[in-house]
């Protein structure tokens, strides 16, 4: 693969630029390397960690139906045997319609974070009501999530949808607690999503980052905010509470392209143009903060991913990434709302970008912790923690 550009590194220093010949991951991850044949270290991860824990067949589908025997079974005399997280995304969308032809009872969970776009609240209006399910919506306390969000941005750190994404685990597992469900049925799947580079981000879930970098960029006590710790997340929960993820997608022939077909035509439920763009913040972040800032479009990673599941050619990808991110009205759009609604100007948001990146480990984190309590307790594999871990979709 010919050197094109230059990629930034988070150290400041620059690398010559190279793309993988199999997907279209390059060396805007930090962390990426490439074999002899010029394939990225991606694709061979994929091939290693993920592809076996991947089973759309005959014999995935037999061992998820004995799963779906176990929750039944512990759901018997309980008003739910389940819970799912909605956000009106294609993936968690089309799940909830899945559960409920397998027969499973779910509690239906949205988490409002304060940035759901109308077309978002449409969808999940849409499947609920259709389904006939159970919705409880937690609404996220504004003044303690805007000052979060705004104590993010002036940290500099890549990872902005970091309080969104805690709100919503937080929030799932609080709702789980008190209705006592022991299943967590997740829309996390390998077919779209088993690329994503660690160099891009931090996990969502360490709150002693989250109140560290509030501690220091905030303006107001972290009071209303929904937290969970560590300790609960990788032990507490699974293991004394003996809670569990079951993402259902890794064992069936998961297409978005087929979802959002059936979606749209069984449900009215209607795509909103992008990978979590059914967040107005996600969206901006996506298309306008991580590219300007730091170099990073994520459709790499998902587009990468259904390259590596056979969704998608390479040469489909490489066009997909000669479209522009986002229009010029869409971005002036954006900008304006997420300015208002953070109650600062747009020059003031424009300043942040501006601003020299920064690395989520120039902040207090519990990373360390985190790989030894995971070495220590084996809690997680490799690829279930990886999988495991995000936003409701």
Same mark, same amino acid.
């Given at each position: 693969?010919?050197?094109?550009?230059?990629?930034?590194?988070?150290?400041?220093?620059?690398?010559?630029?190279?793309?993988?010949?199999?997907?279209?991951?390059?060396?805007?991850?930090?962390?990426?390397?490439?074999? !002899?044949?010029?394939?990225?270290?991606?694709?061979?991860?994929? !091939?290693?960690?993920?592809?076996?824990?991947?089973? +759309?067949?005959?014999?995935?589908?037999?061992?998820?139906?004995?799963?779906?025997?176990?929750?039944?079974?512990?759901?018997?005399?309980? !008003?739910?045997?389940?819970?799912?997280?909605?956000?009106?995304?294609?993936?968690?969308?089309?799940?909830?319609?899945?559960?409920?032809?397998?027969?499973?009872?779910?509690?239906?969970?949205?988490?409002?974070?304060?940035?759901?776009?109308?077309?978002?609240?449409?969808?999940?209006?849409?499947?609920?009501?259709?389904?006939?399910?159970?919705?409880?919506?937690?609404?996220?306390?504004?003044?303690?999530?805007?000052?979060?969000?705004?104590?993010?941005?002036?940290?500099?750190?890549?990872?902005?949808?970091?309080?969104?994404?805690?709100?919503?685990?937080?929030?799932?597992?609080?709702?789980?607690?008190?209705?006592?469900?022991?299943?967590?049925?997740?829309?996390?799947?390998?077919?779209? !999503?088993?690329?994503?580079?660690?160099?891009?981000?931090?996990?969502?879930?360490?709150?002693?980052?989250?109140?560290?970098?509030?501690?220091?960029?905030?303006?107001?006590?972290?009071?209303?905010?929904?937290?969970?710790?560590?300790?609960? $997340?990788?032990?507490?929960?699974?293991?004394?509470?003996?809670?569990?993820?079951?993402? +259902?997608?890794?064992?069936?022939?998961?297409?978005?392209?087929?979802?959002?077909?059936?979606?749209?035509?069984? $449900?009215?439920?209607?795509?909103?143009?992008?990978?979590?763009?059914?967040?107005?913040?996600?969206?901006?972040?996506?298309?306008? $903060?991580? +590219?300007?800032?730091?170099?990073?479009?994520?459709?790499?990673?998902?587009?990468?991913?259904?390259?590596?599941?056979?969704?998608?050619?390479?040469?489909?990808?490489?066009?997909?990434?000669?479209?522009?991110?986002?229009?010029?009205?869409?971005?002036?759009?954006?900008?304006?709302?997420?300015?208002?609604?953070?109650?600062?100007?747009?020059?003031?948001?424009?300043?942040?970008?501006?601003?020299?990146?920064?690395?989520?480990?120039?902040?207090?984190?519990?990373?360390?912790?985190?790989?030894?309590?995971?070495?220590?307790?084996?809690?997680?594999?490799?690829?279930?923690?990886?999988?495991?871990?995000?936003?409701?979709?």
């Amino acid at each position: 693969m010919a050197l094109i550009t230059d990629a930034w590194m988070p150290d400041g220093r620059k690398r010559p630029y190279r793309m993988c010949v199999r997907c279209v991951m390059d060396t805007t991850d930090p962390d990426i390397s490439f074999d !002899e044949a010029g394939v990225c270290s991606h694709c061979r991860n994929f !091939e290693t960690v993920f592809r076996p824990h991947w089973k +759309p067949t005959p014999e995935g589908w037999a061992e998820f139906e004995a799963k779906l025997a176990e929750i039944k079974a512990y759901g018997q005399g309980k !008003e739910y045997d389940c819970i799912i997280g909605l956000s009106g995304g294609v993936d968690s969308s089309y799940l909830a319609t899945k559960a409920v032809e397998w027969g499973l009872r779910p509690l239906v969970v949205h988490v409002d974070a304060g940035w759901n776009s109308e077309l978002a609240v449409k969808n999940i209006e849409q499947i609920v009501s259709k389904l006939g399910l159970d919705l409880v919506t937690h609404v996220v306390d504004w003044e303690a999530m805007k000052d979060l969000q705004l104590a993010f941005l002036r940290s500099n750190v890549a990872n902005q949808d970091i309080p969104q994404d805690h709100a919503f685990f937080a929030a799932l597992y609080s709702y789980a607690i008190k209705a006592d469900i022991r299943y967590v049925i997740n829309g996390t799947n390998f077919a779209t !999503e088993s690329i994503l580079p660690q160099g891009w981000g931090y996990d969502a879930m360490d709150a002693r980052h989250i109140v560290a970098i509030h501690k220091r960029f905030g303006t107001r006590p972290l009071r209303n905010f929904p937290l969970i710790s560590l300790f609960n $997340y990788y032990f507490y929960f699974p293991k004394i509470r003996k809670m569990e993820i079951v993402s +259902p997608l890794n064992f069936i022939p998961y297409s978005k392209k087929e979802a959002i077909d059936h979606l749209e035509k069984q $449900y009215g439920w209607r795509y909103y143009g992008g990978k979590h763009y059914e967040s107005r913040w996600t969206r901006f972040y996506q298309s306008y $903060y991580l +590219p300007q800032k730091f170099g990073y479009d994520k459709r790499k990673a998902h587009l990468a991913s259904l390259i590596v599941t056979d969704q998608m050619t390479r040469e489909e990808a490489l066009a997909e990434l000669e479209k522009p991110l986002v229009t010029d009205n869409e971005l002036a759009e954006d900008k304006a709302f997420i300015a208002k609604k953070l109650g600062i100007g747009e020059a003031e948001l424009d300043d942040f970008i501006r601003q020299p990146p920064r690395h989520y480990k120039d902040y207090p984190t519990n990373e360390a912790q985190l790989k030894w309590s995971l070495r220590a307790y084996g809690l997680l594999s490799r690829a279930g923690r990886l999988i495991g871990i995000g936003k409701p979709r």
